[in-house]
């Protein structure tokens, strides 16, 4: 469930001869740490772990899974890009030696970001040129963005506790009344190790795009599976590898708040949400008593055939 970011690179690491393991996750999301565990190899260089997923908000036991690494003398590498700004991340005695964040993740500009390494760890830049950031990073450096993304940072931290609280608060709320108020729809995503701005909710019968096209017109954004594969009607690999149901994983989209969102947004998605759901589903030709049987699936694949059809016009 790692990001394409990550994912992509393995793929390319593998086209070059190196070989990538992959772990599995449960149905909230989470690791086995004794799959990592034995999953490690004599010639394991390296292993790379989300802090916490982009779609569910998952949050991975960095520290521990980090402990399992380092026993084995393997380089850890966390992408941390979800988690910075919303939970608190200590590099302080930590089992991590190379971390990576985006600013634009944390409200800083786009176009900067971050690669801790720890001190002591060597590593080949990957960009190389000049002799800019003592040779680590070829090409002159970008001194707006970082003194954005070193502002967007000090504000992050000052705001950590208003996430835990008030932005936790208003998702829960939104959480909460939607579970409640729509039927045949459920959280995705693990329920207590979560950050505290995600909600990842899947609606049976019904396609996340649909709804999210639908909310658009009311200027709610929304989004279905990563900013970065939306566009594609692929459900999400990170709920596919979650081994959600078919029902689930179509119709499931994700709400992103920050520190800037307010009750009232979440009000009125509150008050137009259940509309469109509903709207939504009187019009789906997936009735539930069908839900196990091969004609719904069927009729599904043809479905989303049909609809990956049209939505190329829609470019
Ligand atoms: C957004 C994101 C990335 C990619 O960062 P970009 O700077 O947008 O390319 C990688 N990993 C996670 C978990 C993300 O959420």
């Known amino acids: 469930m790692e990001h394409p970011a990550i994912l992509n690179l393995c793929k390319r690491l593998e086209k070059q001869g190196y070989s990538v393991t992959y772990l599995s ?18 010639d394991t260089v390296l292993v790379s772990v989300m802090a916490a997923n982009n779609e569910t908000g998952t949050i991975f036991p960095i520290e521990r899974i980090g402990q399992i690494v380092k026993s084995h003398g393997i380089l850890f590498h966390v992408d941390a890009v979800q988690a910075v700004g919303k939970i608190a991340l200590d590099l302080q005695d930590s089992p991590i030696d190379f971390l990576t964040l985006s600013g634009h993740k944390l409200h800083a500009p786009k176009g900067i970001g971050v690669l801790y390494v720890r001190r002591g760890v060597r590593f080949r830049p990957l960009l190389v040129g000049g002799h800019q950031e003592k040779g680590r990073r070829g090409g002159t450096e970008n001194v707006p963005a970082m003194v954005g993304l070193g ?5 992050a931290q000052s705001f950590l506790q208003k996430e835990q609280t008030q932005v936790r608060a208003l998702r829960d709320r939104l959480e909460q009344t939607i579970l409640r108020e ?10 207590a190790l979560r950050l505290p701005n995600t909600s990842n909710i ?7 795009e649909a709804i999210l ?35 689930v994983l179509h119709g499931s989209i994700r709400f992103s708040l920050s520190r800037y969102t307010t009750s009232a947004e979440i009000e009125r998605v509150l008050y ?21 049987t091969q004609g719904w699936l069927d009729t599904l694949q043809q479905e989303s055939v049909m609809a990956s059809a049209s939505s190329t016009d829609d470019y």
Not at 202 to 208: D, H, P, R, V, W
Not at 276 to 289: A, G, H
């Open 151 to 155: 502002k967007a940072a000090d504000l």
């Open 182 to 191: 729509i039927p045949d729809c459920q959280v995705n995503g693990h329920p």
């Open 213 to 247: 096209l639908s909310l658009d017109r009311y200027g709610i954004c929304a989004s279905s599976g990563s900013a970065c594969t939306s566009g594609s009607l692929e459900p999400s690999h990170v709920l596919r590898a979650m081994g959600l149901p078919y029902t």
């Open 202 to 208: 899947g609606f049976k019968y019904i396609e996340g």
């Open 25 to 42: 996750v449960d149905s909230k999301g989470m690791l086995n740490l004794e799959e990592l565990r034995s999953s490690l190899r004599e």
């Open 272 to 292: 137009l949400l259940p509309k469109v759901v509903q709207r939504l589903r009187d019009i789906s030709p997936f009735k539930r008593e069908s839900e196990t």
